[in-house]
């Protein structure tokens, strides 16, 4: 089956360290997103990637960094500059201008 | 700026009682206008699409509507199943599909 997959379900951080976060699709899209969700708030932009080898930054960037080496492929690495990490994350891929498609999402916490 | 209201925040049913939710958004060039579903610690599911003011589309229970600063989901007759948070999400015209998300609206259905 076609779809988007994101891996672990759950991540913990301990202070100082980075943790990246797996996204994978097989939907053949060219465009992948990346969305943070705090509970109460509407899902913002962390970075998106509309070709391989290039992506930038969306709305809430700053403590983020992604790759986009293969078109399957869009990992997002939270830094330890990002001070309040606990979120759910989203990874989302769609072709030009269509609907998204999600995946299940990461909770990260902080230890 | 660009703005994306849901109301109400939650809202609680009895099984077969029908009702909408209502999304106001402010955006500067409508491209479209998204529906999705979310169920807690999973990823949002599409519904709908909405491009013109005037539109609307059905799925078995649900329908979405859409004017010119509003969208509204209606809801009828709802079954226990259709608990869950929908998210409303105006996307901009522009180079890349820039969905604004809103909070959501938290529907409970009960027997």
């Known amino acids: 089956d076609g779809g988007i997959t994101q891996s672990p379900k759950y991540l913990f951080r301990k202070e100082g360290q980075n943790v990246t976060l797996s996204c994978e699709q097989n939907?053949?899209?060219?465009?992948m997103y990346w969305y943070r969700q705090d509970p109460g708030q509407g899902l913002r932009l962390i970075y998106y990637?509309?070709?391989?080898?290039?992506?930038q930054k969306g709305d809430i960037a700053e403590g983020y960094s992604v790759s986009r080496e293969k078109k399957e492929s869009f990992p997002l690495t939270v830094t330890s500059a990002q001070k309040n990490p606990t979120a759910f994350y989203l990874c989302?891929?769609?072709?030009?201008?269509?609907?998204?498609?999600f995946g299940s999402g990461t909770q990260l916490s902080v230890l | 700026e660009d703005q994306v209201t849901q109301s109400p925040e939650a809202l609680r049913l009895q099984e077969g009682e029908s009702s909408s939710l209502n999304c106001s958004y402010t955006v500067s060039g409508l491209r479209g206008l998204f529906w999705y579903r979310q169920d807690p610690g999973k990823g949002p599911e599409f519904l709908f699409t909405?491009?013109?003011a005037g539109e609307e589309k059905e799925k078995e229970r649900l329908k979405a509507t859409l004017t010119k600063k509003e969208s509204f989901l209606h809801i009828t007759a709802p079954k226990p199943e259709d608990s869950a948070t929908y998210l409303c999400a105006p996307s901009e015209s522009g180079g890349y599909n820039k969905l604004i998300f809103g909070a959501g609206t938290r529907l409970a259905v009960h027997p």
């Open positions: 989302a891929s769609a072709e030009r201008g269509e609907k998204l498609f």
């Open positions: 909405l491009y013109s």
């Open positions: 990637s509309q070709i391989v080898n290039d992506f």
């Open positions: 939907l053949n899209h060219d465009a």
